[in-house]
């Protein structure tokens, strides 16, 4: 198991959790002001103020912290997946709160700026790519799909294949806004809103996951 980081002479030592914190949002740091060649191990460390021996506690390589960096995106939004609806009103309220907290995390100027990165060509982008896909496209869409997959066992919406809905769902919240972010056309959340975006979305996505026969499609 991790140890503490030792602090200075005379300081207590340095919380373990205070340490990964530190180191990940160094890594995002160091990604975002230096470019991804420059973002070592032992430059992500020093900006962290941790030794880099500590880093190496925390993760192989770069790509590895890095990717626990983005997967902070899908762990800040992950606990709204645990909204237990019960009845088909709900659903559709839940999956609406849900789809706010993605966008914080996805579309926060972080986020953006990883994304925006991520559209040059530099050496390494492969490495970010799959790590930016891994942590956090690909495990927000399981996330969604399992969400989906439960309340469609509960009757509460229509969802035969949760894991392509998942997908179009969060393609439909999430690649407008973070398009038009990336092109500096709106501001990153929270100094923008997507609220009239997702009001849109949900009038679509009220009709696609209705049960066959329930009022919504009957009207």
């Not at 962290?48 to 506690?57: P, Q, S």
């Not at 100027?109 to 991520?118: D, I, N």
Request: overall charge neutral.
């Amino acid at each position: 198991m991790p140890q503490p980081e030792k602090g200075l002479r005379g300081r207590p030592p340095r919380p373990e959790e205070d340490v990964r914190r530190a180191l990940l949002q160094s890594a995002m740091d160091v990604l975002l002001e230096s470019g991804y060649e420059a973002a070592t191990m032992e430059a992500i460390a020093r900006r962290a103020g941790v030794a880099k021996k500590t880093a190496y506690r925390h993760a192989e390589n770069r790509q590895e912290l890095i990717g626990l960096a983005v997967r902070q995106w899908t762990d800040g939004y992950a606990p709204s997946m645990q909204m237990d609806p019960q009845d088909t009103g709900d659903a559709a309220q839940a999956l609406r709160a849900i789809l706010e907290n993605v966008c914080m995390q996805v579309l926060s100027e972080t986020a953006v700026r990883v994304f925006r990165l991520l559209t040059t060509e530099f050496p390494g982008k492969q490495e970010l790519l799959d790590s930016y896909q891994r942590n956090g496209i690909e495990r927000g869409q399981m996330l969604l799909s399992g969400w989906l997959e439960k309340q469609s066992r509960k009757g509460l919406l229509h969802a035969p294949e949760p894991a392509v809905l998942a997908k179009a769902i969060l393609a439909m919240a999430v690649a407008e806004p973070l398009r038009q972010m990336a092109l500096g056309m709106m501001r990153p959340l929270p100094e923008g809103s997507v609220a009239a975006h997702l009001d849109a979305c949900m009038d679509v996505l009220s009709l696609l996951i209705a049960r066959p026969g329930s009022p919504s499609q009957a009207g």
